[in-house]
């Protein structure tokens, strides 16, 4: 969704000011390096938390093991379920988690399709189902 929608928005947009324009492979490189700068302190906050949340502090873990995790943190768990989604029991809960893995290489699948079509011929995703 994210290559047609910045493709079919462009120019369009209060965001970047319409400066971002072209194929989607070319967006990262137009961003104003204000953007990445602020992206990344947030994710880095963000990490941090999760850290936080997830692993036990470094005093408290034996030397030979590095990187322990809570007993009661599940990976991916930080607490945020504002819509109550997250299933119930540990094996709803296993199944969602490995729906969720296999969306997400599926996505990234066909990212890398739109992103070796761009680089191919230099045309957008949209420029190719409406030609």
Same mark, same amino acid.
């Given at each position: 969704? %994210? &290559?047609?929608?910045? !493709?079919? *928005?462009?120019?369009?947009?209060?965001?970047?000011?319409? =400066?971002?324009?072209? /194929?989607?492979?070319?967006?990262?490189?137009?961003?104003?390096?204000?953007?990445?700068?602020?992206?990344?302190?947030?994710?880095?906050?963000?990490?941090?938390?999760?850290?936080?949340? %997830? &692993?036990?502090?470094? !005093?408290? *873990?034996?030397?030979?093991?590095?990187?322990?995790?809570? =007993?009661?943190?599940? /990976?991916?768990?930080?607490?945020?379920?504002?819509?109550?989604?997250?299933?119930?029991?540990?094996?709803?809960?296993?199944?969602?988690?490995?729906?969720?893995?296999?969306?997400?290489?599926?996505?990234?699948?066909?990212?890398?399709?739109?992103?070796?079509?761009?680089?191919?011929?230099?045309?957008?995703?949209?420029?190719?189902?409406?030609?």
């Amino acid at each position: 969704v %994210g &290559f047609l929608a910045g !493709e079919a *928005v462009e120019s369009k947009t209060f965001i970047f000011n319409g =400066e971002v324009t072209g /194929p989607a492979i070319t967006h990262l490189a137009q961003v104003n390096p204000v953007f990445w700068v602020l992206l990344t302190a947030g994710i880095g906050a963000s990490e941090i938390q999760r850290a936080k949340i %997830g &692993f036990v502090e470094p !005093e408290n *873990v034996p030397y030979d093991q590095p990187g322990q995790l809570r =007993e009661k943190y599940i /990976p991916g768990d930080l607490g945020f379920d504002p819509l109550s989604l997250m299933p119930t029991t540990e094996k709803e809960l296993m199944e969602m988690q490995t729906k969720e893995l296999q969306n997400g290489r599926l996505a990234m699948i066909a990212a890398a399709g739109f992103l070796a079509q761009e680089l191919a011929d230099g045309k957008g995703i949209l420029e190719h189902i409406f030609a």
